[in-house]
């Protein structure tokens, strides 16, 4: 089948395809043959997406056509869709890859997970040392080797030196696809030997079409509870997330809820997301404030302004910058009990000191 026919499909389940948002960046990278490629953008508009879309792409067995897109159909492609293409490495953090279900778990967090340790936030060079063998052998289906990092802002300064030695001299007919959300903090020599693609923020017009056709009831107002990004919002759509979402939101529109009880409410969404929730209700609230409208929190209005009624601008601002300044270490291998009851005092303390 050759790929233009892949069109009619491109929204099958399961199938790794770009965001409609994405074509210009698509089209840019598809169509070089460098062997190390960068795409860059802000996390949850569907850069992991659009990484295994290319690898895809690069290993599909169908001719060429004059769509460039992954055919969806051959063998090559069936391998990918079912996350065991023995040509495809996906190397995540540990803690990432226990996310996905169609990421690889490394032996390295195996190891970690098995230990009782937290799974590492990092891309460590164990992770990396495979690929000196994937580099030695000949691919098993006669095409392309393809290596996707993710994100490679995430790899400590062990793998970003590791990673450079293949980027220097790149194997034969192996490529490299690397997925960044900040760029400065991705090794200047690794960027130096990679052609970058930048993929855009969406539009909401771009966005919520795609968002109701995922299932996504209320999409414009899921979009702006995800800062814009769509996957976020697609994410969160899952009933359990949902429900998860409606408890923080009790915690924080109810007067009668004290730290205690908010920790202890929300113990299920665990801290790192429970603070970036807070971050962006304490933006909402400086923005009501100020007098303008929320950006993330649409239908939260009367209790916004009730709270911020009761604050100076100064006192919000003071708050959000204490829990943003929070979000350096919240990833720390902490007590999860005391760490939210911590945010939490900061929150209420912040607000009156309920």
């Known amino acids: 089948m050759a790929r233009a026919a892949a069109t009619a499909v491109l929204d099958r389940p399961g199938v790794p395809v770009p965001m409609p948002w994405h074509r210009a960046a698509w089209m840019a990278a598809a169509a070089s043959q460098v062997p190390s490629i960068l795409v860059h953008g802000p996390a949850g508009i569907g850069e992991r997406r659009f990484a295994l879309s290319l690898a895809a792409y690069w290993l599909c067995e169908a001719p060429p056509g004059t769509d460039a897109r992954p055919c969806l159909e051959c063998p090559s492609c069936k391998l990918v869709e079912a996350g065991n293409h023995p040509d495809l490495r996906v190397i995540e953090p540990a803690s990432m890859a226990a996310e996905n279900d169609d990421a690889e778990?490394?032996?390295?967090?195996?190891?970690e997970k098995g230990k009782g340790k937290a799974a590492s936030q990092a891309i460590l060079i164990g992770q990396l040392r495979p690929l000196t063998e994937l580099a030695q052998i000949s691919s098993?289906?006669?095409?392309?080797?393809?290596?996707?990092?993710?994100?490679?802002?995430?790899?400590?300064?062990?793998?970003?030196?590791?990673?450079?030695?293949?980027?220097?001299?790149?194997?034969?007919?192996?490529?490299?696809?690397?997925?960044?959300?900040?760029?400065?903090?991705?090794?200047?020599?690794?960027?130096?030997?990679?052609?970058?693609?930048?993929?855009?923020?969406?539009?909401?017009?771009?966005?919520?079409?795609?968002?109701?056709?995922?299932g996504v009831e209320d999409p414009a107002t899921a979009l702006a509870l995800a800062g814009g990004a769509p996957q976020v919002a697609l994410d969160g759509a899952d009933p359990v997330r949902a429900a998860l979402s409606r408890a923080w939101l009790?915690?924080?529109?109810?007067?009668?809820v004290t730290a205690l009880s908010a920790a202890r409410e929300t113990k299920d969404i665990g801290a790192p997301q429970v603070l970036s929730w807070l971050v962006q209700w304490t933006h909402d609230l400086a923005r009501v404030k100020a007098g303008a409208g929320p950006r993330y929190h649409p239908r939260q209005v009367p209790a916004l302004q009730r709270l911020s009624a009761a604050m100076t601008l100064r006192a919000i601002t003071r708050l959000h910058r204490t829990l943003a300044l929070r979000q350096r270490w919240i990833r720390h291998p902490l007590n999860a009990q005391l760490t939210?009851?911590?945010?939490?005092?900061d929150y209420f303390q912040g607000i009156g000191g309920r």
Request: aromatic share 4%; proline share 6%; glycine share 6%.
């Open 250 to 256: 009790r915690c924080v529109t109810d007067g009668s």
């Open 340 to 345: 939210l009851e911590a945010l939490w005092l």
């Open 140 to 214: 098993h289906r006669g095409g392309a080797r393809v290596v996707v990092i993710h994100p490679a802002d995430a790899m400590n300064i062990a793998a970003s030196n590791a990673l450079l030695k293949m980027l220097e001299e790149p194997p034969a007919g192996m490529r490299f696809l690397l997925v960044a959300h900040r760029l400065q903090r991705v090794s200047a020599t690794v960027l130096s030997r990679c052609m970058r693609v930048a993929l855009p923020m969406p539009t909401g017009a771009q966005a919520v079409p795609w968002l109701e056709a995922q």
């Open 105 to 111: 778990a490394d032996d390295e967090g195996a190891e």
